[in-house]
Nanobody, 123 residues
Framework: QVQVVESGGGLVQAGGSLRLSCAAS????????MGWFRQAPGKEREFVAA????????NSQDSVKGRFTISRDNAKNTVYLQMNSLKPEDTAVYYC????????????????WGQGTQVTVSS
């Protein structure tokens, strides 16, 4: 089993940067695909980015390509989401999630979820 805890959210001006971290517990962390999702008020949860268990493969939503970068450090049981050139439409609660197996863009495919961290981008 894997437990995940997100951190790093906050308030930032448009054009600014934030780095989210997701600390995971469990000896099998290195075998899990990790994903980031977000949910804005009144909207459904949406896929942001995911990274394979070795870090060799990543996948991201078109709207964040070139701005967000997902990475992981299996020695530290941590996955990161570096967010640059933030826009007001990036405002949401960001969730970290884990699943065994290959990358998926579907939230239902992920077994373990954190409590979320708020990211607010002001214009």
């Amino acid at each position: 089993q894997v437990q995940v805890v997100e951190s790093g959210g906050g308030l930032v001006q448009a054009g600014g940067s934030l780095r989210l971290s997701c600390a995971a517990s469990g000896r099998t962390f290195s075998t899990y695909t990790m994903g980031w999702f977000r949910q804005a008020p009144g909207k459904e949860r949406e896929f942001v980015a995911a990274i394979s268990w070795r870090g060799g493969s990543t996948n991201s939503q078109d709207s964040v390509k070139g701005r967000f970068t997902i990475s992981r450090d299996n020695a530290k049981n941590t996955v990161y989401l570096q967010m640059n050139s933030l826009k007001p439409e990036d405002t949401a609660v960001y969730y970290c999630a884990a699943r065994p197996g290959v990358i998926s863009r579907t939230s239902g495919a992920y077994d373990y979820w954190g409590q979320g961290t708020q990211v607010t981008v002001s214009s």
